[in-house]
């Protein structure tokens, strides 16, 4: 099982959110009272500061509402910065047709072997998804597609995601919004992977739920982040990125060390022209020698650790 695969869904999946559903999952009082969950830091220069909360990108109503001291840095802010607004659909409908589609007369059954094809109908099948609505889609934008789909099944819905709740509080407190990328860039990461490699990439993920392991490794994932056990998350991401997959070299080389020093660079940015900042970003780029804090600190900001 291939658990890199699990980690590429909750640290990109907000792109695929439903923005219908933020205030339904903005309202949720569920939790009688809060724990700390993902991380939190605080980043500060010259009177400036930031606050970088980790998130995932699916979810449970049992996550809400979050803790205080984020809903706090959140009130506080002038401005709310995120990876990508998931309520720009147009922007992520434009995106999807220019990096997730295939050619005409090209087709996902002429893209990938006798064998794997046979192993996707199987999947599709499985998870109610007609084979025609996803005929026209690149390998790893159906191996995306299916994940989700089978997180959701385990009970991880990306309409519950931590974006979609902190967007909800932002629109609700007249919070301006920023993305740190643009749905182009993010889903133009995959163009990096040849054919032969979104193959791979597809098998991979048809793998990893077909062997019934995403279940219990997703949810290693979620109890980790829930609990704000980053070094357990860690710890996790390590021993995926060791593995010798297509998945694990392209979330090491493209998701996280292509990704991580623009995303510092803009939050830098962010702090110049206000005097405080809500960034809240996928967990993994908080984590890890080069994550997105370390990078910070390498630039002169002092950063702190809140938990």
């Known amino acids: 099982m291939h658990r890199t695969l699990i980690?590429?869904?909750?640290?990109?999946l907000g792109l695929f959110?439903?923005?219908?559903?933020?205030?339904?999952?903005?309202?949720?009082?569920?939790?009688?009272?809060?724990?700390?969950?993902?991380?939190?830091?605080?980043?500060?220069?010259?009177?400036?500061?930031?606050?970088?909360?980790?998130?995932?990108?699916?979810?449970?109503?049992?996550?809400?509402?979050?803790?205080?001291?984020?809903?706090?840095?959140?009130?506080?802010?002038?401005?709310?910065?995120?990876?990508f607004d998931i309520n720009d659909r147009a922007a992520l409908q434009e995106a999807l047709a220019r990096h997730g589609m295939l050619t005409a007369p090209k087709t996902l059954q002429t893209a990938v072997s006798a064998n794997t094809w046979m192993q996707l109908?199987?999947?599709?099948?499985?998870?109610?998804?007609?084979?025609?609505?996803?005929?026209?889609?690149?390998?790893?934008t159906v191996s995306t597609i299916l994940l989700a789909l089978a997180l959701e099944q385990h009970g991880f819905a990306r309409e519950q995601g931590i974006e979609?709740?902190?967007?909800?509080?932002?629109?609700?407190?007249?919070?301006?919004?920023?993305?740190?990328?643009?749905?182009?860039?993010?889903l133009g990461l995959f163009d990096q992977l040849d054919d032969k490699q979104q193959e791979?990439?597809?098998?991979?993920?048809l793998q990893s739920i077909t062997q019934g392991k995403l279940r219990q490794q997703s949810q290693q994932v979620m109890d980790a982040w829930g609990r704000a056990d980053s070094a357990a998350v860690e710890k996790l991401l390590d021993k995926e990125l060791a593995e010798h997959t297509v998945t694990a070299d392209f979330t090491k080389r493209v998701l996280l060390a292509q990704r991580n020093p623009p995303m510092s660079a803009?939050?830098?940015?962010?702090?110049?022209?206000?005097?405080?900042?809500?960034?809240?970003?996928?967990?993994?780029?908080?984590?890890?020698a080069d994550s997105v804090p370390k990078l910070l600190e390498r630039r002169g900001y002092k950063v702190e650790r809140i938990y």
Not at 126 to 134: C, H
Not at 164 to 186: R, T, W
Request: charged content about 15%; glycine content about 6%; some cysteine.
């Open 164 to 186: 979609v709740y902190l967007l909800a509080q932002a629109a609700k407190l007249g919070k301006p919004v920023v993305s740190l990328e643009s749905a182009d860039y993010q």
């Open 266 to 288: 803009s939050i830098a940015q962010l702090m110049e022209n206000q005097a405080s900042v809500f960034v809240a970003i996928g967990m993994l780029h908080l984590i890890g």
């Open 17 to 83: 959110q439903n923005s219908a559903w933020s205030q339904r999952v903005a309202d949720l009082k569920v939790r009688d009272q809060a724990v700390n969950r993902g991380t939190l830091f605080r980043v500060t220069q010259g009177g400036h500061s930031a606050w970088l909360f980790g998130t995932v990108h699916v979810g449970q109503a049992s996550f809400y509402p979050l803790e205080p001291v984020v809903l706090g840095a959140l009130a506080g802010a002038d401005q709310v910065a995120v990876e």
């Open 121 to 140: 109908q199987a999947a599709l099948k499985k998870a109610n998804l007609p084979v025609d609505a996803v005929a026209q889609m690149k390998p790893w």
């Open 200 to 205: 791979v990439f597809l098998r991979e993920c």
């Open 7 to 12: 980690v590429i869904v909750l640290a990109l």
